[in-house]
């Protein structure tokens, strides 16, 4: 059974993904490490299915939609703020600072 | 009609309630006005006379008329709303109706043309039934509803005219002087209680003397703080300089409330509790002291005053001190006996300057002068237009002078002889003797100058107004008349044994003092020889004086107020009556208003309250919402962050 590698391939995925979100400052790379978070919680979700039930595995398919819808609202968010400021620069998008 | 005797009270009240009601209502129907505001007092007066007569018959000296209970307390204390009459308060009850009386029936004419008529009307019976109150009180917290009352009505009075800020500020002066006064009263009433049991006069007279050894402290205390009471009600020192003030009210006002009635309260009072102040002898002394003083420093403030009234407001200061002298000797009839010749011919004084300057004030109005109608370098030869005033003003200013045969003169002479047979056995009393003495002297000479700047000599007002003056009309006058025969002839209810007389006031409130009598040391017989030169000096201190000040006044060239030249000297200070309300200012008032302006309001109010207290709060709340605001600083990557701290943390604590 593969279910320890894979957990792991799925920790260091996320992990992967969280550093990217907090490191990176474009907004492209930084979504684009939200969906690979995503990815990795559903790999474990795979993983355990296989010792849990076909539950995991359904859960996996809601978690597939959520990050397409999350895709598209995300995209297009980016998109408009580029029109507006002529960068997808992270730092510059802080019109909210208190 | 004893049982009735609250009638009397009544009738004003109800008075002073329809007045009120027409003074919102109607305030031009003045007709009706009168007729109410004269009508309850002569219906009052009725009463009185009725009260009087039955008492005179009557086989014992004092009834008490219960109304209601009151506050009944509790088994130890319990207090009813009942009068006492008795031989006091009757005589006390028919001069406040009969010179009230004729005071309103002046009033009908003085305040004819002013808007506030039936304003002033509701005021005047209201003062009535409160001055009744306080003299027919059988306990002292009844008559303290009057004295706090009459207190009310005199400011009331005193601002009348309140839309001129000097006049509601000689208001305000009035009742803040009072309420220190009051205050007395107040702590004497809560030791006569402790010490005493009872608040009722009849119990403190019975009780006084079996409680108290004469000298001790306690009948002191008691007799001081009232007698600091009767300083603030009575204009004296210290407390008398709310009273020239109080003359920024309508003439009949200061007639009624400010000369004949109400600031005779006091003296009333130490009478009324005289068992008290006979246990305290060293109490009688600062009475009298402080009597023979304000007599004699109120009179030399007199003799440099210009306003008419001024004049006469110091004349009274210095008149109820004499009174004082009077009850601070123990003579108590004495003092009530000048009380009343008191109530006569200054009550005549006021209201004949009240019609001398209706007069001026009339005549300087067409003339289209704002010359002071009350200043007496503005008037001056006033007898060629207005003989009637002028021939009782002369009987008044004689009466108060004390020339014989009129009544200030036994009534004077009586306290002067007091206080010198005293005074062979405590000197102390000698002086105060000769203070009054000096007093006497000055009186007669400033009344000899009102009467000499006012009627004699030539009219300095101008041509112009002299064409308008005119002698007041008979409503005015009649009441004058009646009090010039009471002036001549009020020495005759206690005419002394020299003169043919049987002293009758004087054996009539024996009832009354006759407790205070047994504590006192009678007063020292004096010889024929030492009675007849004390009225020899009396009469020449009034005869010099007169002599002085009409020669004195009508010798100098008297300067309008435009054109008088400044005040030298001692006159000066005179003038300046002492500095005294310049000294109040500096010592009381200022004080007061650092503490307030300084201490209370920009310290504790602005300062601790408003910026620590109120702004603090705020600078916190904004401070800690300053910290809150720094988390919140845009960048996305440091919410993440510290959503990924929180997410460990939360999930540290989830995972064991």
Known sequence: ?98 | MIQLVWLAVLLPLIGAVLNGILAIRRPGAKTAVSVIGVGTLLGSFGVAVGTFTELLHAPVASFRVLLWQWLPVSDRFSVDLAFQVDHLSAVMLLVITGVGGLIHLFSVGYMRSDPGYARYFAYLNLFIVFMLVLVLGASLPVSYIGWEGVGLCSYLLIGFWYEVDTNSDAGKKAFLANRIGDFGVLIAMFLLWWSLGTLEYTGITMRAGAEFSIGSTMPLLIALFLFLGCTGKSAQIPLYVWLPDAMAGPTPVSALIHAATMVTAGVFLVVRTAAIFTLAPVALEVVAIVGALTAFFAASIGLRQYDIKKVLAYSTVSQLGYMFLGVGTGAFASGIFHLITHAFFKALLFLGAGSVIHSMHHALHHARSHADAQDMRNMGGLRRWMPWTFALMLLATLAIAGVPPFAGFFSKDEILAAAFARGTEQPIYLVCWALGLVAALMTAFYMARLVAMTFLGKYRGGDMSAAHLHEAPLMMTAPLVVLGALAVAGGLINLPHFAGGHAWLEHWLEPVTEVAAMVMKPLPELARSQEALLILLAITAAVAGLIGGYVLTSRTVIATPEHAAPERGLWRVLYHKFYVDELYQLVFVNPVMWVSRTALWQTVDAFLIDRIGVGGTARVAEGLGWLGSRLQNGQVAFYVAMFAVGAVLILRTLVR
């Open chain 1, 1 to 98: 059974m593969l279910l320890g590698p894979s957990l792991a391939l799925s920790a260091v995925l996320f992990v992967l993904g969280v550093a990217g979100v907090l490191i990176r400052r474009n907004a492209i790379v930084v979504f684009m490490c939200v969906e690979l978070m995503l990815n990795a919680v559903n790999l474990s979700f795979v993983a355990l299915a296989r010792l849990h039930g076909v539950s995991g595995q359904i859960m996996v398919f809601f978690v597939m939609t959520v990050a397409a819808a999350e895709a598209a609202v995300g995209l297009a968010i980016i998109l408009a703020i580029f029109r507006h400021t002529q960068s997808v620069d992270l730092a510059n998008i802080n019109l909210l600072k208190g």
